[in-house]
């Protein structure tokens, strides 16, 4: 039997999303397609009788806007909006900028879902010479951590992002479900991702094949033990759903030319 809900879910398309680069830690807004996507989630869960009680986020402003606009949508603005580095999407190291497609014509495309996917390869860490290194490492927010901006990582794995997201999800999120809080986190791919993983008991081997599309709400039922009760479900048009899903697999392909 379910005793907790919590919402999931990847923000809405990001500007670089939709140039097809690896965005991770560079703070890109939502695209025109990722606002209609986030106040498309807010109608959604608003029509389907849904109420939050307080939104996780990243420190990312993709995420916090994609937070505010289905707030909007379900007319709860005055829910809690609390932001975490933790909550960031993975850090892609000296891949971050770089075009996906043109990685895959260069490198082959297994090897862009390796580093896109697999759960235990780190890309190349980023370093001084990387033309946002300082736009990062400089940003105010990141003094706002739980670490010292010495310690943020200059490249992650999957693993290493589960390794930094479950303190937080064990010390903070989960408190607040306990309470009978109703809880969404409007976080990124790969965060998502690595909470899913844990969450799922989902296999090392298998979490490559688990692409998450923008801008869809993922309902998890949990027992008292916070063991799933049933598989996640990705609410919304399952049609659609599917071809958001193939085209976020298709951004790490070689793209076709007529």
Known sequence: MSKYKVFVMRHGEGAWTKENRFCSWVDQRLSEDGVKEALACGHLLREAGYHLDVVFTSLLSRSIHTA????????QEWVPVVKSWRLNERHYGALIGLNRAEMALNHGEEQVKQWRRSYDLT??????????????????????????KEDLPMSESLKDVLERLQPYWDGTIVPEIKQGKSVLISGHGNSCRALLKHLQGISDADIINVTLPTGTPILIELDENFRPTKPMQLLGDQEAIQAAIRKVEDQGKVKQTA
């Open 68 to 75: 505010w606009l289905l707030l909007e949508a379900m007319g």
């Open 123 to 148: 890309p190349p860490p980023i370093d001084k010479s990387h033309p946002y290194f300082l736009e990062i490492y400089n940003d105010r927010r990141y003094s706002t951590c739980d670490v010292s």
